[in-house]
């Protein structure tokens, strides 16, 4: 039963991934395209930490790597080199595999967080070596190319770009989920338990890593490259932490423990970006608090939080929860509202129109605008309206808790294994 | 197997030796367990037992000396290697895959026997021999009514059968099984023992362990090893009336 | 020679300024187990509130308060934050540590703009030390390598003849024992990370009036730090002092020297064919001096996985 709804879920979802965006407008289909990319991102960056218990801070590098293998084949296509667009892909597959069994190789000599610590200075590599070698990353400015037109597509379109993401992130997501059924799938979730007993039935451990780690590295060169496919151009600031972080990021908000959990964190963040990033230079600070929330509130991610409440609806008394999550909500709201508030007051203070404003005015603080309403930073009505905010909001969410976390202590739900969150593998 | 030649012992030890820094824990040992034979190691506390036990399965090099399955050197090997010579081991602390099911935990082992080891292309579900024998070993050590529960869920002396089934499960000849029944009652022990008796028959089995009673049930022969060397090694019942072995160790457990 | 003497000198001062900041993450992660990776960030956050207190109470303040207010925000993550995710385990303690260390750049960011500010030593320490082949060596690598020996011998002696130091220590291999011998454990850990934040403050005060300070200033360093831990091993200050200096000379004699692959095929009459492919091959060592100790952190995991100083795990 479960299976059948599951599938119609999905089939659901497919029919408007491939039926609504020819109405979208260009922004909005170049804003899925990045969902997409991020969502491939994301759950091949969490093949090792949901799955093998392996927390990498430098996926950047193979990301980055496809990129550039598939830019190098554009190139080469632009040149005459009779090879079909839609499988450019291939490249980034086959560079990100070759430098993930690499660096796979090195990483996986060390478990536990020395492992999170040599990823991240092997991206590092990337990212310093990278500006210097004109040949394969062009420098400083990067490299760029054109989508060539393959048998009757031109690729001219965002809508065919599209289209070509979402075939390929289907396609390896649903590798992916296969790949969760194999014996070596299995075997990688026996590693993230427990590497010694694995190493006590007959298996060569740090093999295993080394192969989970390389279809990581894989499957992210796909994502890379069909970022390079969208973006026709690449340079070194892919390899740079920034980008390692984001996939972070996504992937616990989203939820680890749960196969789709990065995909919603992905799109979710990604979706954000795009609403909200011409409006705030803030937003990864936002994200970062909403990040260190989730660790602190709520360890399994969206996720797993929606997972646990889809596994006990039926035990679950909804309607005094309802009532009590629409209050949390609230709370919520102006905590935010309070949040947002000071942030951007802070942004504009400090920031240098601000400044000219504070010089032309003689020294003395002026007004400033923001949210539509002019605000004066010497009055303390607008310094009370966040602190209110943020008090309000507070009370009502730290008595709203207390009454939920009541109200699943009373049975309301029974305690899954499934939401407990990451471990890493191996003790440092 | 060839550990069926009497004259050739299943497991050699010659010379052993581990220190760790300063502390030599094993001492120069030799013990030969023969093919066929349940062999239990006693000895009061800090003779060398797990440190023993670690050498043989691999989580330590030996510092010197010699250890040998079947006559083909496994000395310093690594854990993997040695599995795949014919040697499996249990835990004296549990050591199970907690959020897999009990079938999984049995089947990791199934699928290394069957070399599947890194099976990338055919779903696990559909491996017919892996799964039928997996249910065997299930069987075998009494868990078919916990199959699908997570190995975590599972009480203390059913995850101590999931440790002896999971060791049995890579088809390995020679079976080292670290305090199989500590901490059990009279009758999860008596019940423990009925378990090992049956899955070893025909194999070679090396146990530590502390309930003399088991010992006596159980084992052909007994070594007592005191102070990281062998004392004493002979059959249960001349052990017990060996008057050395009585001063160094039961003489001391009485006291 | 010169160049030896140059390079060995500013290696050191460079090696004692990571091993500031390192000792401090390896001092809490031998403790209580928690790679703390916003440690890097309170290294900034040192620059940054020296910068701000300095620019209106002058530069000896800002030294001293920098550290003081760093070493209390790091009290109040252990405190208030670590414990919600402990009984997590150590990859929420990290993740969450990440968490913080992303916050902290933006509020920087926030506060003091996207480019470096003008944080600068004072005039009066802006001379050399001395002369040396013709060149000024200036007196401000010395006082950063001086401050770092004044820090270290102060812990040392901390650590070893102190009954606190003597408690820490004990807490580091057996809290729950130290605990039920009375000692007040959690009040412990929670002087040792602010003791770690300190360090790292205190060495963010000093060498952001030479260094540029930016907000990428945490980032870059830090990922120099986590190197030295991996090559010197996690927990072992002596590893840490020996990785710090190691990759601090490597670094500056990198940036002086010419070499490349293709030269060094040269030596085995390589050279022109090197030459040929261009790319890596001619790449000159100075160019990549900032790719030198990953390079080295490759090297130190094939060769001695568990680094320089560490148990094998």
Redesign the interface.
């Known amino acids: 039963m479960a299976a059948i709804r599951n599938t119609l879920l999905l089939a659901a979802l497919l029919v408007l991934l491939i039926a609504v965006p020819p109405f979208l407008g260009l922004g909005w289909q170049n804003a899925l395209v990045n969902v997409l990319i991020a969502s491939l991102f994301a759950l091949a960056f969490n093949l090792l930490i949901g799955q093998a218990g392996l927390l990498s801070f430098g996926h950047a590098a193979y990301f980055g790597i496809g990129a550039f293998a598939a830019l190098h084949l554009m190139i080469a296509i632009e040149d005459g080199f009779p090879f079909p667009t839609p499988l450019v892909p291939l490249a980034g597959a086959a560079a990100g595999l070759l430098i993930g069994l690499i660096a796979g190789y090195f990483a996986t000599m060390r478990s536990g967080v020395y492992f999170a610590l040599v990823t991240l200075a092997i991206a590092e590599l990337f990212h310093s070596l990278a500006p210097r070698l004109e040949a394969v990353f062009g420098g400083e400015s990067g490299i760029s190319s054109m989508r060539m037109p393959w048998s009757d597509i031109t690729f001219g379109s965002m809508l065919e770009v599209y289209y070509l993401t979402l075939a390929w992130v289907l396609i390896c997501g649903l590798g992916l989920w296969a790949y969760t059924r194999t014996p070596f799938g299995r075997l990688t979730l026996a590693l993230r338990d427990n590497e010694q007993r694995v190493r006590f039935l007959g298996y060569s451990t740090h093999s295993v890593k080394v192969i989970v780690f390389a279809v990581s590295a894989m499957l992210t060169g796909v994502a890379g490259s069909l970022q390079a496919i969208s973006n026709e151009t690449a340079n070194y600031s892919l390899f740079a932490s920034d980008v390692s972080a984001q996939v972070v990021l996504q992937t616990f908000v989203g939820g680890s423990t749960v196969f789709f959990g990065p995909v919603i964190g992905a799109a979710v963040f990604t979706l954000f970006s795009f609403l909200v990033s011409d409006l705030t230079r803030s937003w990864v600070l936002y994200q970062g608090l909403i990040f260190v929330l989730v660790m602190l509130y709520a360890p399994s991610g969206i996720g797993g939080v929606l997972q646990h409440h889809i596994r006990n609806r039926r035990q679950l008394d909804w309607r005094p929860l309802s009532g009590l999550y629409l209050l949390a909500l609230a709370g919520g709201v102006l905590i935010t509202a309070g949040t947002v508030f000071l942030t951007e007051t802070v942004a504009v203070l400090f920031g240098e129109e601000y400044a000219v404003a504070r010089r032309n005015a003689g020294g003395s603080l002026p007004a400033y605008e923001l949210f539509g309403a002019h605000w004066d930073p010497t009055d303390i009505f607008t310094w009370l309206l966040p602190l209110v905010l943020l008090a309000g909001g507070g009370a009502i969410t730290v008595s709203t808790r207390r009454h939920v976390t009541a109200f699943w202590n009373r049975g309301g739900g029974s305690r899954d294994t499934a939401a407990r969150p990451v471990s890493l593998g191996g003790a440092a | 197997m060839t550990g069926t030649n009497l004259d050739q012992p299943a497991l050699r030890l010659a010379g052993v030796k581990k220190s760790f820094g300063p502390i030599e824990v094993i001492r120069g040992l030799n013990l030969d367990i023969r093919a066929g034979e349940r062999h239990a190691i006693i000895g009061p506390n800090g003779a060398g037992k797990s440190t023993l036990f670690n050498l043989i399965?691999g989580m330590f090099a030996p510092s010197a000396g010699e250890i040998s399955l079947n006559a083909q050197s496994i000395a310093g090997l690594?854990?993997?290697r040695i599995?795949?010579a014919g040697l499996?081991?249990s835990?004296q602390i549990t050591?199970?895959?907690?959020?897999?099911s009990v079938f999984?935990?049995l089947?990791?082992?199934v699928?290394?026997?069957h070399g599947?080891?890194?099976?990338?292309?055919?779903?696990?579900?559909r491996?017919r021999q892996?799964n039928d024998e997996t249910i065997e070993v299930l069987t075998r050590v009494g868990l078919e009514a916990r199959s699908n529960d997570?190995a975590?869920?599972l009480t203390y002396s059913e995850q101590r059968a999931l440790e002896i089934g999971?060791t049995l499960?890579?088809g390995a000849q020679v079976i080292l099984l670290d305090e199989p029944t500590a901490g059990m009652s009279r009758e999860e022990t008596a019940k423990a023992m009925d378990l090992i008796r049956t899955v070893t028959e025909g194999k070679t089995l090396l146990m530590v362990e502390h309930d003399m009673g088991v010992v006596f049930g159980l084992c052909d022969r007994v070594s007592v090893l005191v102070y990281g060397n062998v004392l004493a090694t002979d059959t249960p019942e001349r052990i017990s009336a060996n008057r050395e072995v009585q001063e160094a160790y039961l003489g001391q457990e009485a006291s | 020679m010169e160049f030896a003497i140059i390079s060995t000198l500013n290696g050191v001062t460079y090696g004692l300024l990571l091993f500031m900041v390192s000792a401090g993450l390896t001092l809490i992660f031998g403790m209580m187990g928690v790679l703390n990776f916003a440690h890097a960030s309170f290294y900034m956050l040192g620059a940054y509130i020296a910068y701000a207190v300095s620019s209106v109470f002058g530069f000896w303040v800002g030294i001293a308060v920098a550290p003081v207010v760093v070493g209390l925000i790091g009290m109040a993550v252990e405190r208030f934050l670590l414990p919600r995710v402990h009984a997590h385990g150590h990859a929420h303690e990290l993740l969450l540590t990440f968490g913080l260390a992303l916050i902290i750049e933006e509020l920087i960011k926030l506060f003091f703009g996207d480019f470096p500010v003008n944080y600068q030593m004072p005039g009066g320490m802006r001379f050399s030390a001395f002369s040396i082949f013709g060149a000024d060596y200036p007196f401000y690598r010395i006082f950063i390598g001086g401050m770092a020996v004044v820090m270290f011998t102060a812990l040392w002696v901390l650590l070893t003849r102190t009954r606190t130091g003597i408690v820490v220590r004990a807490a580091e291999r057996l809290p729950a024992m130290a605990e039920a011998l009375g000692h007040n454990i959690p009040m412990v850990f929670m002087f040792v990370f602010g003791t770690g934040a300190a360090l790292a403050g205190l060495a963010g005060a000093v060498a952001g009036a030479f260094y540029p300070t930016n907000p990428n200033m945490g980032i870059e360093l830090g990922v120099i730090v986590f190197v030295v831990v991996v090559v010197g091993g996690l927990g072992s200050l002596k590893g840490s002092l020996v990785a710090s200096l190691l990759i601090g000379l490597f670094s500056s004699f990198a940036v002086g020297l010419d070499w490349s692959l293709a030269s060094l095929l040269g030596v085995i009459g390589l050279g022109d064919w090197a030459r040929s492919f261009g790319g890596l091959m001619t790449l000159k060592l100075s160019s990549i001096s900032a790719t030198i100790p990953f390079a080295l952190m490759l090297i130190v995991l094939l060769v001695r996985p568990a680094g320089l100083m560490g148990e094998r795990n």
């Open positions: 399965s690594s854990p993997h599995n795949r499996a081991r835990f050591n199970i895959f907690h959020r897999l999984e935990n089947r990791i082992g699928l290394a026997r599947v080891r890194y099976g990338l292309f055919r779903p696990v579900s491996m892996v997570p975590g869920d999971m499960t890579t």
